[in-house]
């Protein structure tokens, strides 16, 4: 697929239409209630139950909402299921991505108010949430949830615009509750809203194109406060995102988005789950733990494209593991390369949730001196990325997207008692089961882990016997028989 300039997502769908295999469509009706999800489950891959593997995209054209009355609607899922199909939606190979995030880091294009005529044609829907075919995915889940509502909004106090994905459940037909994590800058805008005394408004999108959806995912490493997600959207992208104002609150919309869903960030809470103890299904796996009183956003406008696409994940799963591996992989890049390591390619892994495992691949060493290099890098990634909790390094000639191949470096380049490093009792991410107390006595608090580094380099010294033998291709021109 062809780099296109800031595509919007019926672009994206229209590239993968030139790419046998990689989008199906649904055209028998199926509920929000459990049909979407059970249908994409075998496509959806690990950390989601097996049996399941990477699959296509899939869009559901006729998915019917809970509200008996509400019209039967589109929704996709699995854009971005495989990192090759991520990564040529933005017209280059997941190897390349990462360093071109890292470009548009170092070099963004502000965005810019749509000029009138210019922005897609939109329609007022009522501000009723149960009228949207929101998928819910299993039946301990609190409701339906948004999976991949990026919100927009800006900070009272410092005029910093961010954009994020967020957990969000509908509590009634214009209410959502939302989980922001702490300390992120969305909830740095809602204390200021909140110190000022008013609520914040905000633009939540469902439906965006690949430039735009992707930079929304990027952690603080990558994009710190201060820098704006649209702006790195759109040097990924190649042209200034377009913004348009919002009709029933004072706030900035994306003008190409599927659904735009206006509101205000309440000071009122409410908990999760009134009825049970789960929220719904977490990126690494495991059923999510309802919070017990969230922050609400009171829905004052809906508005849609013309026959709008809602676009959605599966919470475990590819698709998320991709979007937050990509980010993190850049991070990590950008970080090594500050320490001069000779690091050629990060790979995130979707195992980890695109966050708990990253694989390191070296350029070929230069001297003795490199394999303490190696390894010190190693561990500095486990020290400075909190969710980071596995590091396999491994050499230049093992492919990094190849499961087989980095078990086989695993196999054959590893002592387990010279090449693995443990560093007990460090911050980590409290999703992770086994990161609690409960669980291990060699912890100090819940959240906190143990990490690993699985050195499977090959050392300086030992080189030549490590050498990877390729077949000789057949010289096309030499007579048949020699």
Same mark, same amino acid.
């Given at each position: 697929? +062809? ?16 790419? %046998?295999?990689?989008?199906? @469509? ?43 009355? $509400? ?16 990564? $040529? ?8 991505? #990462? ?6 880091? $170092? ?14 044609? @939109? ?20 409701? %339906? ?9 800006? !900070? ?5 615009? *961010? ?18 994590? #702490? ?14 005394? @008013? #609520? ?15 930079? &929304? ?30 009709? +029933? ?18 000071? !009122? ?35 849609? @494209?013309?026959?709008?696409?809602? =676009? ?7 698709? =998320? ?28 892994? +979707? ?26 890098? &190693? ?13 396999? &390094? ?10 087989? !191949? ?17 560093? #007990? ?15 291990? $006595? &060699? ?25 990877? %033998?390729?077949?000789? %291709?057949? *010289? ?7």
């Amino acid at each position: 697929m +062809t780099r296109r300039r800031l595509a919007d997502l019926r672009t994206a769908l229209a590239g993968l239409d030139l790419m %046998p295999g990689e989008l199906v @469509r649904v055209r028998e009706e199926v509920p929000a209630r459990f049909g979407v999800s059970s249908h994409y489950a075998k496509w959806a891959g690990t950390p989601a139950p097996p049996p399941t593997g990477p699959g296509p995209a899939v869009l559901f054209e006729r998915v019917t909402p809970s509200s008996a009355t $509400a019209e039967a609607r589109a929704v996709l899922m699995g854009l971005y299921g495989t990192r090759r199909r991520a990564a $040529a939606l933005l017209g280059t190979t997941p190897a390349r991505l #990462p360093h071109r995030l890292l470009d548009a880091v $170092a070099a963004p294009v502000p965005p810019v108010r749509v000029r009138e005529g210019r922005a897609p044609a @939109r329609v007022a829907l009522a501000p009723d949430l149960t009228a949207l075919p929101v998928p819910v995915l299993t039946d301990e889940d609190a409701g %339906p949830y948004l999976t991949l509502g990026a919100v927009l909004a800006t !900070d009272p106090e410092t005029g910093v615009r *961010n954009l994020s994905i967020h957990r969000m459940c509908v509590q009634g037909p214009d209410l959502l509750s939302i989980w922001m994590v #702490p300390g992120r800058d969305l909830e740095a805008a809602y204390r200021s809203a909140l110190r000022a005394g @008013r #609520p914040l408004p905000v633009a939540i999108h469902l439906g965006l194109g690949p430039a735009v959806l992707l930079s &929304s995912c990027c952690p603080t490493s990558l994009v710190p406060t201060g820098l704006d997600e649209l702006a790195v959207a759109g040097a990924l992208g190649g042209a200034p995102v377009e913004l348009a104002p919002c009709r +029933t609150v004072d706030a900035e919309c994306i003008a190409d988005a599927e659904y735009v869903l206006e509101g205000e960030l309440l000071p !009122d809470l409410a908990p999760e789950n009134p009825q049970g103890a789960a929220a719904t299904p977490e990126f690494l796996g495991y059923q999510g733990r309802a919070h017990p009183s969230l922050p609400t956003v009171r829905i004052t406008g809906i508005t849609a @494209r013309d026959g709008a696409i809602l =676009q959605a994940v599966s919470g475990p799963g590819h698709e =998320q593991s991709v979007l937050l591996g990509f980010g993190m992989e850049a991070a990590v890049l950008g970080r090594l390369r500050e320490w001069d390591a000779p690091v050629k390619s990060v790979l995130c892994h +979707t195992a980890g949730g695109g966050q708990l495992m990253v694989v390191l691949q070296w350029f070929p060493k230069r001297s003795p001196a490199d394999d303490e290099l190696v390894r010190k890098a &190693s561990e500095s990634v486990l020290e400075e990325f909190r969710m980071a909790k596995m590091v396999v &390094s491994v050499d230049e000639d093992v492919d990094l997207e190849s499961d087989e !191949d980095l078990w086989w470096a695993m196999t054959t380049r590893m002592q387990a008692d010279r090449d693995v490093v443990v560093l #007990p009792d460090r911050e980590g991410f409290p999703l992770d089961p086994t990161q609690s107390t409960e669980y291990s $006595a &060699s912890v100090s608090a819940d959240g906190r882990t143990a990490k690993v580094v699985f050195d499977c380099t090959v050392p300086h010294a030992q080189l030549a016997r490590f050498h990877r %033998p390729r077949f000789t %291709p057949v *010289n096309p021109s030499a007579p048949e028989g020699t």
